[in-house]
């Protein structure tokens, strides 16, 4: 990480989950930080414990021990500025796609007409202006990344969190959400932290951090 504040920084991060008298232990020990601009790729196979530590960079989930910290997305009640990108479906399905991107900006509390308008050149951004009345289901699964995308970038966030984006899209599809997502970021001046068990698409970023079994085994300074 360079510069001043980081956008999130994690302190001996431990994150335990209990089942009844179970306990797994999903992060050990894990300090990171994340600057301005950065574009990061969280590698690691399935069970490492991606998912949980973006969920805790997100704010989304608390630490068991540690600290999670936002220095620079400070905000009264919760870190501000932080969009997320989901491995799965995550539209809303009884709204069409302008209104899924317009989401955000209404809850935001933009009227109506600013928040579509809005919307609808994120929906450019991402190529999908032409889809916007339609339905969730009627698109095919990289549409709708390319529009959760969108979602994302409307609120003009300064962290952007993708977890897995394209774990469930074929190559071509995948190769284009992460363009679009790092495209995204590079124009809006947004730090991007993307997780993948794919190398191919960690190859995309210049700072790789790998996960093993609930650590941060390697690249995190
Ligand atoms: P990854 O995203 O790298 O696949 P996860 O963060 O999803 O890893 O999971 C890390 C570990 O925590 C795994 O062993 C997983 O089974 C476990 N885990 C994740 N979420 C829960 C949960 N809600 N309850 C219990 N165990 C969980
Ligand atoms: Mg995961």
Same mark, same amino acid.
């Given at each position: 990480?360079?510069?001043?504040?980081?956008?999130?920084?994690?302190?001996?991060?431990?994150?335990?989950?209990?089942?009844?008298?179970?306990?797994?232990?999903?992060?050990?020990?894990?300090?990171?930080?994340?600057?301005?601009?950065?574009?990061?790729?969280?590698?690691?196979? $399935? %069970?490492?414990?991606?998912?949980?530590?973006?969920?805790?960079?997100?704010? *989304? !989930?608390?630490?068991? &021990? /540690?600290? #999670?910290?936002?220095?620079?997305?400070?905000?009264?009640?919760?870190?501000?500025?932080?969009?997320?990108?989901?491995?799965?479906?995550?539209?809303?399905?009884?709204?069409?796609?302008?209104?899924?991107?317009?989401?955000?900006?209404?809850?935001?509390?933009?009227?109506?007409?600013?928040?579509?308008?809005?919307?609808?050149?994120?929906?450019?951004?991402?190529?999908?202006?032409?889809?916007?009345?339609?339905?969730?289901?009627?698109?095919?699964?990289?549409?709708?990344?390319?529009?959760?995308?969108?979602?994302?970038?409307? $609120? %003009?966030?300064?962290?952007?969190?993708?977890?897995?984006?394209?774990?469930? *899209? !074929?190559?071509?599809? &995948? /190769?284009? #959400?992460?363009?679009?997502?790092?495209?995204?970021?590079?124009?809006?001046?947004?730090?991007?932290?993307?997780?993948?068990?794919?190398?191919?698409?960690?190859?995309?970023?210049?700072?790789?951090?790998?996960?093993?079994?609930?650590?941060?085994?390697?690249?995190?300074?």
């Amino acid at each position: 990480m360079t510069g001043a504040s980081p956008l999130v920084r994690c302190d001996a991060v431990r994150r335990v989950y209990r089942a009844g008298a179970a306990e797994l232990v999903a992060l050990r020990d894990v300090g990171c930080a994340v600057g301005a601009r950065e574009l990061i790729a969280v590698t690691g196979p $399935s %069970g490492s414990g991606k998912s949980t530590l973006l969920h805790l960079l997100a704010g *989304l !989930d608390r630490p068991t &021990a /540690g600290s #999670v910290c936002w220095p620079a997305l400070q905000h009264p009640l919760r870190p501000s500025g932080i969009a997320v990108v989901f491995q799965g479906p995550s539209l809303l399905a009884p709204l069409d796609v302008a209104e899924n991107v317009a989401l955000p900006l209404l809850l935001l509390g933009a009227d109506d007409r600013e928040a579509r308008e809005q919307a609808m050149r994120a929906l450019e951004r991402v190529d999908m202006a032409d889809l916007a009345g339609r339905l969730p289901e009627e698109l095919s699964g990289g549409q709708a990344q390319r529009v959760a995308v969108a979602r994302a970038l409307v $609120s %003009g966030p300064r962290l952007i969190l993708a977890d897995e984006p394209t774990g469930q *899209l !074929d190559q071509a599809s &995948a /190769g284009q #959400v992460i363009d679009l997502l790092v495209e995204a970021a590079r124009s809006l001046g947004a730090a991007l932290v993307v997780s993948t068990h794919d190398a191919g698409v960690a190859g995309h970023f210049p700072v790789r951090w790998r996960m093993d079994h609930g650590s941060l085994v390697a690249g995190a300074a």
